[in-house]
């Protein structure tokens, strides 16, 4: 696997090694212990997420204030828009962002680890995303931030307003959202 660093330290792009012939690709998705080789920790993941979206759906920017998640996230089907941002008021990347192209056919996985929000936006006519979870999903520490927060500069390749759930469209901007310490 290859490392391609970003902007937030924490947050690591991952490109698997790809066996590709005439009868189709193989590549392992993911190895324990090369991935904490990887991210210089012991990471138990303890819950495998899928999802299918259509075209300019977005779902962001997510996380849970108490039992936090990190994500070894990837998309199977189609192409995302996917961002990470940092919300840790301590950190020095604080209100900083990740924000790159994920698709099934660039096979690449983003690591964001906890104290991070998450969201995607799909670029394709539909995608499927996978993302592994170091924590169970608990909606009532679950949390959103807005996904067109002004402070978080993020460029999302949208013309219009995307599709967002009832929940995503009631988020708060991030001076008025819980976070972390």
């Known amino acids: 696997m290859k490392v391609?660093?970003?902007?937030?330290?924490?947050?690591?792009l991952i490109e698997p090694r790809v066996f590709g012939d005439d009868r189709g690709f193989f590549y392992e998705s993911f190895n324990r212990r090369q991935f904490s080789e990887i991210v210089g920790q012991e990471v138990d993941f303890v819950q495998d997420n899928h999802s299918r979206s259509a075209?300019?759906?977005?779902?962001g920017l997510h996380y849970q204030i108490q039992?936090?998640?990190g994500k070894l996230v990837r998309v199977v089907q189609g192409a995302v828009f996917d961002v990470a941002v940092d919300i840790r008021r301590s950190s020095p990347t604080f209100g900083h962002n990740v924000s790159l192209?994920?698709?099934a056919d660039n096979k690449r996985m983003l690591w964001i680890p906890e104290g991070f929000a998450h969201g995607f936006l799909v670029l394709s006519e539909t995608a499927e995303f996978l993302?592994?979870?170091t924590d169970y999903y608990a909606p009532e520490y679950e949390r959103s931030i807005a996904w067109n927060e002004p402070s978080l500069h993020v460029s999302w390749p949208i013309e219009g307003q995307p599709t967002l759930s009832a929940?995503?469209?009631r988020a708060p901007l991030l001076a008025n959202a819980e976070l972390f310490a």
Do not use: G
């Open 131 to 133: 993302y592994k979870t």
């Open 4 to 12: 391609i660093p970003t902007a937030i330290p924490e947050v690591l």
């Open 55 to 59: 075209k300019n759906v977005l779902r």
């Open 167 to 169: 929940k995503d469209q």
């Open 67 to 69: 039992q936090p998640q």
């Open 101 to 103: 192209e994920l698709s």
